[in-house]
């Protein structure tokens, strides 16, 4: 379990940064936390040339309010996530999730902007930037680009990042008044992926479902939003019966890819169940908590 | 492939290794700097034996290029006991009967000692998942737990007298 | 009383003498032995279960600067150690000779400076395969038309246990009378059968295996430290591998970082870097990773068994009958030390007095790794006691009895004891019925029936598991056991220095058992010397007596045994020097704590730690100075440890998540040693047996490829998925042991993994579920759910 | 790790268009996205390479393809492909049968029925998500033989068109997808943190 040799490259800017990835090209990997790409480099999966280190470029850290908006460094780690005032009282949705990722440790070196980059199915971030309607700042050689998350997420481990760029920000609006939102995931234990977990942000005006954004993780081939599910719920007073048509939309877009979490069937019925347990507890949020 | 050189704190003495980049923490710490407290368990960040303080964060040292260290303050468990005097947490492990085959022990000690300074007064619940990145075989946890609550105790008196 | 408690012996809830290493970072396990010139192996494994090996090239990784050698079976040929003996009478490949038989089997090991570069190296080794059918089911590995394993062993009958009746079937075991079982279970008002399987698994200790081998040309000597839970083994066994006179081989066990029966057998590793160090004349390291720890060393159970009861319309038992595959992987590399090829499966009918029963096992070859360990338990007994705690369960349901009920019905009494089973066995000693009325008051198991009965009704799942059992621990009489041909004793040496302190030297060997804590206080009590003051040393074979090392729970029914019998052998001489002091007859004094007096005579005294110094220059005429014994102690019959479970859980119906709402343990292990120690083993082993029940399982595709090999995967239970454990006890001491002591460790390992098991079932008894196999995770809980339709 | 594989692919050109592409191992092979044919044994024996690098992960695989079958009267070839990768740690095979015939709504259709095996490390880490990157890898494939066929169908000489290469970046492209697939799911098994 070694590491096969590489090149080791600390930027302490992003310009930097980016012309190191465009001088090396394909054989440059960014590392960010690195609890993925250092074990499949020791299992000799990876075997980048050049590692091009972006923890030490302090501009991609931290948390800050601008113009009505939630601006999140791409380096800012799990851990201060759950520990954002700011966050928690903004957008506490992102708090809560972080919490339910991977462990103690891996959350201080662990990072938002990788969670997203990665564009795996099976991460938390991505879901939760759908569900919140994130926008990305990808900077690169041309410049800086904003790419909101509905366009971000194109498939398994291919996202709209290209190879020269790195994801600097990410920004998301504070969550509105009456408004409530989870994030439910089920795990077989602590460190573990979602088996299945589903996003919702829901408001209210009065009884009556305002808007709705459900998206889920871990349940196709990427991160999804699950608009029909949305639609059951936007314009109706919400009951039970209601939440359980939503869940049932939810379900038809799930294609799990079946492994020791579990098969194809049971994954699209916890996608449901968890589509189900966010809906109630964001609906519980509303106005309160 | 070419050395470089790295210099940090640890255990409150600063120190200079060469390492190649690929070199992870865990074995500059074990093998370079003959700090052996700190345990491989699994290679994959799931066991937590070789927990490390590193900035005043736990983190684990078998996913952490030595070479990422540059300038940092590291603390191992061979730094835990000031003055030839244990770590309140040291002496809760002991005498609530927190260890068996000793393997997790540095790992949890350390990981124990940074959680109680983020939350001094921890329930159980709060216990068992400001801990959960630690995995042990021998002792079921339940002992682990009380000697945390033991040390947070010891810890709050000490406090709690020099306040006075 | 107060100078009792001063010695901090028997019966004292003492700190472990262990700890301030551990504690402050400064234990020694292998890993940490570093030796000047040392070098590392790294293994090249196959990638493939079965395949023929056409050609292994070597070129490339030998041009890599740093690299000494990369040895391969050719190379072990010439030396005759390309296969070696398992403990089971099987031979294993110690690096695939022409043939790989599973996946990640030794094929190569590449030496080099560091393990950076042996790494490197390792991926440079050039290995052809030709691929061939892999079998993963041992069902199917008994087709007549199934390929064939072992092509070393076509046309023997044999596989060193018993006839074997096809290429891929290793030994046919049975015990009991067939005859009176079948005709009782002909005549039975009622009779029950199941397919109970107990998967594979993998004990997963925190520290890996490994070993530093260190050969002394100039001495002929060599020197392995290495994880051995059986150190002096590993000695007699490179004697017999090496030709070195076991005098010039050294085996040290340094910390172990937990066993639980991964570190018992000996493996290629090993004596790769053993043959390493020996040709190249240098320090040989070899660390094994998590992966190839889950993958190779060592798995357990694996066992596909059907069992049936027979019994009458009140629930009485008249007959037990079992049949069984054991899937023994590649080689039959079983770490056990019985003269039967299923260990102390016999155990199976339990607590309860069942007047006849027949089981057999039958061992199957399988593209799987080798081993078949006793993980935190004795040899198969955790699969003979998951088989009747689970079938009892089974006859319960079908005749509507309750479970406790039925279980008070069949108890052997306690004035049967000894008692003689169907099977063989002298129970030594137990109070089966007493203990479990004590556990179901504590829970209120009336209660919980009721709230059940509740909770049912509104369509929620709550279960209560109940695990009445008996283990068989402590190998063994050497009439029973023995590996190799050395029979199962274990050892203990005794010297107490003039100023009245000691060292005691062991066979056995701690991973974390608190050997140096409890030895010391059984000669704390027997000696009258304070615990502290007395050293506890193990496994280093130059220091101690031969033993046979730490695993099925021996350590303190054998080892225990030896060290109370050397210290009673110091006791006695100590008493005549007291008596020479004292100048009255050895007859005439008392034995008084810590001191003798003459009867009589209180204040006529002379303290052990007086006696110690006399020992060295005042003894009665004719006596030798000194004051010290060694003792092996062969034990006349197992220990009989039991215990009464409860556990009760909560099924969510949406997810089939189960969550342990509560844990009751009652051990009785005869006298206790050390309350808080036992505790301790028990919490651990409880965890280890949730771990078992709720998720660990080693799968593989039908290719025989590994599913599953690192800790992502493999369930190793954190602080958050682990219940909270209430603990409690009796004592029924053992009648044969010289302290009355049974052995804990393994109790809660055996018994709780039925515990859950049969609690899990029981959420579903009111819809006529009667068994789901293990392990119990949220996936395989919903199947159960969502077949029964529960969750809409 | 075994998954099987049942496709249809519309084709634009018509059933002996295509028959005539099919029956050319070396064509079909070079329409197999990354993967070359290095060397003819003999007329139904031919040894080939898939070579892949995509970001960190190199993967080459070197191999051997038998004609099992070629059957003009019913369209269809039967080969079987197997190879290891370049390090030994994995191999793949495949079982496959592809044949055209008279398409319901395009001109003509390809069928393709596959049996892929994976063994090795990719089995251990990667297995689970073979359908997904067969399904990729065949998706490209049937793009490739149906854009080959497009360009041959209104040419003089249908081989010598159909042995131009197609663009190089395409290619890619779609293992890319593929592979990333499946570097994402070995990645999966880690801690879900970058």
């Not at chain 3, 595959?325 to 079983?334: E, I, K, M, S, V």
Request: charged share 20%.
């Amino acid at each position: 379990m070694i590491p096969p040799s590489f090149e080791y490259h600390a930027p302490g800017s992003v310009d930097d940064a980016i012309a190191l990835l465009s001088q090396y090209g394909d054989a440059a990997k960014i590392l960010a936390g690195g609890h993925s790409l250092l074990p499949m480099m020791k299992l000799r999966f990876a075997e980048p040339e050049h590692l091009v280190d972006i923890n030490n470029i302090d501009s991609l850290k931290g948390i800050r309010e601008e113009d009505g908006e939630i601006v999140i460094g791409s380096m800012t780690s799990e851990n201060a996530l759950i520990a954002s005032t700011l966050l928690q009282e903004k957008c506490p949705m992102l708090p809560e999730a972080a919490k339910m990722i991977a462990d103690p440790q891996v959350r201080n070196r662990g990072t938002i902007g990788g969670d997203i980059s990665h564009g795996d199915p099976g991460n938390d971030h991505p879901a939760l930037m759908l569900a919140l309607d994130a926008t990305f700042t990808l900077a690169g050689p041309n410049g800086a680009r904003q790419v909101a998350a509905a366009d971000f997420f194109l498939g398994t481990f291919f996202t709209a990042l290209e190879a020269d760029e790195i994801m600097t920000e990410i920004r998301i609006a504070p969550q509105a008044a009456n408004t409530g939102a989870s994030y439910q995931k089920l795990k077989r234990k602590t460190g573990d992926y979602a088996t299945a977990a589903a996003a919702a942000v829901i408001s209210m005006s009065g009884d009556t479902c305002q808007s709705a954004s459900i998206a889920l993780t871990n349940l196709g081939a990427t991160a999804m939003r699950a608009s029909e599910a949305e639609a059951v719920l936007v314009g109706q007073v919400v009951d039970e019966a209601l939440i359980s048509q939503a869940a049932a939309k939810a379900m038809e877009i799930c294609d799990p890819a079946e492994d020791l979490r579990g098969d194809a069937e049971y994954k699209t019925h916890m996608g449901g169940e968890m589509t189900r347990r966010a809906i109630r507890a964001a609906m519980q949020r509303v106005g309160g908590n | 492939m070419a050395k470089t050189q790295v210099s940090f704190n640890l255990n409150g003495q600063d120190v200079d290794v060469l390492v190649e980049p690929r070199e992870l923490l865990i074995h500059v710490l074990r093998e370079q700097l003959q700090l052996t407290g700190s345990h491989i368990g699994c290679e994959t960040s799931h066991c937590g034996a070789c927990t490390v303080d590193v900035n005043g964060q736990s983190i684990k040292s078998c996913t952490m290029l030595a070479i990422q260290a540059q300038g940092a303050t590291v603390m191992t468990v061979e730094g835990l006991a000031a003055g030839g005097e244990l770590h309140p947490l040291q002496q809760a492990f002991m005498d609530e009967h927190g260890l068996q085959c000793g393997f997790c022990t540095p790992g949890m000690l350390v990981r124990g000692y940074r959680f109680l300074q983020e939350n001094p007064n921890p329930s159980e619940e709060e216990i068992r998942s400001g801990m959960a990145g630690n995995l042990c075989r021998c002792t079921g946890y339940q002992n682990i737990i009380k000697s945390i609550q033991t040390a947070a105790a010891a810890l709050n008196a000490d406090t709690g007298s020099q306040a006075e | 009383m107060e100078r009792q408690e001063q010695l901090q012996g028997i019966g004292c809830s003492r700190k472990r003498k262990e700890d301030p290493r551990f504690i402050q970072g400064k234990g020694l396990y292998v890993d940490d032995v570093k030796l000047p010139g040392m070098l590392c192996g790294e293994v090249v494994r196959s990638p493939f279960a079965h395949a023929k090996i056409v050609s292994i090239n070597k070129e490339k990784a030998l041009a890599l600067p740093g690299v000494h050698a990369v040895i391969t079976a050719e190379d072990l040929k010439p030396l005759g150690l390309h296969w070696m003996p398992t403990l089971a009478g099987d031979t294993q490949a110690v690096l695939a000779d022409e043939k790989v038989c599973f996946q990640m089997q030794e094929v190569a090991m590449v030496i080099a400076d560091d393990r950076y570069i042996a790494a490197d190296a390792a991926e440079l080794v050039e290995v052809e395969y030709e691929q061939l059918p892999a079998l993963v089911d041992p069902h199917k590995a008994m087709d007549a038309d199934a390929p064939i394993i072992r092509e070393d062993l076509v046309g023997k009958d044999e596989a060193g246990q018993g006839k074997r009746t096809h290429n891929n079937h290793i030994f046919t075991w049975d015990v009991g009378d067939k005859d009176a079982t079948d005709r009782a279970f002909e005549s039975a008002e009622v009779t029950v059968r199941e397919d109970i399987l107990n998967p594979r698994v993998h004990p997963s200790p925190m520290e890996t295996c490994g070993c530093v081998a260190s050969f002394d040309k100039v001495n002929g000597s060599l020197t392995v430290h290495i994880t051995s839970q059986a150190p002096h083994i590993v000695r007699t066994v490179v004697t017999l591998l090496s030709g070195i006179p076991e005098s010039k081989v050294r085996i040290i066990s340094p910390d172990i970082g937990g066993g639980f029966g991964n570190k018992v057998g000996i493996y290629p590793g090993y004596v790769c870097a053993i043959v390493s160090s020996i040709v190249l004349g240098r320090p040989v390291k070899w660390i094994e990773s998590r992966i190839e720890n889950i993958s190779t060393t060592a798995f357990a159970r694996d066992y596909h068994g059907v069992g049936e009861l027979a019994a009458d319309k009140d629930g009485r038992i008249t007959a037990l009958r079992f049949h069984a595959l054991a899937d023994h992987g590649a080689f039959n590399a079983h770490a056990q030390p019985t003269k039967w090829p299923a260990g102390l499966f016999s155990i199976c009918t339990g607590s309860y007095d069942i007047p006849v029963a027949y089981a057999r096992v039958d061992g199957v070859y399988t593209n799987k790794a080798p081993g078949g360990v006793a993980y935190r338990c004795s040899f198969r007994v955790t699969e003979a006691v998951y088989l009747i705690e689970r079938m009892i369960d089974v006859l319960a349901q079908k005749l509507d009895i309750d479970k406790a009920e039925i279980r008070r019905r069949n108890f052997i009494q306690a004035d049967q004891f000894p008692y003689q089973s169907a099977l063989g066995w002298e129970y030594d000693s137990g109070n089966y019925a007493p203990a479990l009325e004590k556990v179901l008051e504590a829970c209120d198991y009336e209660g919980l029936r009721k709230e059940q009965t509740e909770k049912r009704a509104n369509g929620e799942l709550m279960g209560i598991g109940l695990c009445t059992f008996t283990e068989i621990v402590g190998a063994g009489p050497s009439k029973a056991c023995d590996v190799l041909g050395v029979g199962m004793f274990d050892s203990c040496e005794i010297r107490v220095h003039p100023t009245g302190s000691a060292i005691a030297r062991m066979g056995t060997i701690t991973q974390g058992q608190g050997h140096e804590t409890t030895y010391a206080q059984i000669i704390a009590t027997e000696l009258g010397l304070s615990s502290d003051d007395i050293q506890i040393e193990e496994g280093d074979t130059d220091t101690a007596p031969y033993g046979l090392g730490t695993y099925g729970s021996r350590s303190t029914p054998v080892g225990g045994a030896a060290t109370a019998m050397a210290a009673r052998t110091i006791r006695a001489k100590a008493q005549k020097i007291a008596a020479h002091l004292l100048e009255v007859s050895p007859e005439d004094i008392e034995w008084d704590v810590d001191r003798f007096h003459v009867k009589g005579n209180p204040d006529a005294v002379k303290t052990m730690k007086e006696v110690a110094w006399a020992a060295y220059n005042n003894v009665p005429e004719g006596m030798e100075m000194g004051l010290e014994s060694v003792n092996y102690y062969d034990p006349p019959n197992f220990t009989y440890p039991f215990g009464i479970y409860l556990c009760v859980v909560d099924i969510d119906r949406h997810t089939g998540e189960t969550s342990i709402r509560r844990f009751y343990a009652l051990d009785d292990c005869g006298n206790r040693i050390n309350p808080m120690i036992i505790e301790g083993q028990i919490h651990g082993g409880l965890n280890e047996a949730f771990a078992v029940a709720m998720g660990q399982l080693i799968s593989f595709d039908e290719e025989g490829n590994l599913q599953g090999n690192t800790l992502m995967d493999y369930f190793i239970p954190t602080f958050v998925e682990t219940p909270h454990w209430e603990t409690d006890y009796t004592v029924t001491p053992s009648p044969h042991h010289p302290l009355g002591a049974k052995g804990v460790a393994e109790s809660p390992h055996v018994g709780g993994i039925p515990c859950f098991s049969n609690a899990v079932v029981d959420a579903f008894a009111h819809k006529g579920v009667t068994h789901v196999d293990m392990p119990h995770t949220a996936f395989n809980v919903w199947k159960t759910i969502h077949e029964l339709g529960l969750d809409s | 790790m075994q998954v099987t594989i049942n496709k249809v692919f519309p084709l634009d050109g018509s059933v002996s268009d295509a028959w005539n592409l099919l029956e050319n191992i070396e064509q079909v092979a070079s329409c197999m996205p990354g993967a070359e044919i290095t060397e003819t044994v003999d007329e139904n024996n031919f040894k080939g390479s898939v070579k892949v690098k995509i970001g960190p992960m190199h993967v080459a695989f070197n191999g051997d393809i038998a004609v099992q079958e070629i059957n003009p009267g019913e369209h269809r070839v039967h080969l079987i492909a197997k190879g290891q990768d370049s390090k030994g740690t994995s191999s793949a095979s495949m079982d496959l049968t592809a044949s055209v015939r008279a398409g319901e709504s395009g001109a003509s259709e390809l069928t393709g029925d596959a049996d892929v095996t994976v063994n090795g490390k990719l089995a251990n880490f990667g297995g689970r998500m073979m359908t997904q990157v067969a399904d990729q890898i065949l998706g490209q494939f049937a793009d490739n033989f149906s854009s080959r066929l497009g360009a041959s169908a209104g040419s003089e000489d249908p081989a010598q068109t159909a042995s131009e290469p197609e663009p190089q970046v395409q290619e890619i492209n779609g293992l890319k997808f593929a592979w990333q697939a499946l570097i994402g799911f070995i990645k999966s098994f880690f801690t879900s943190k970058a």
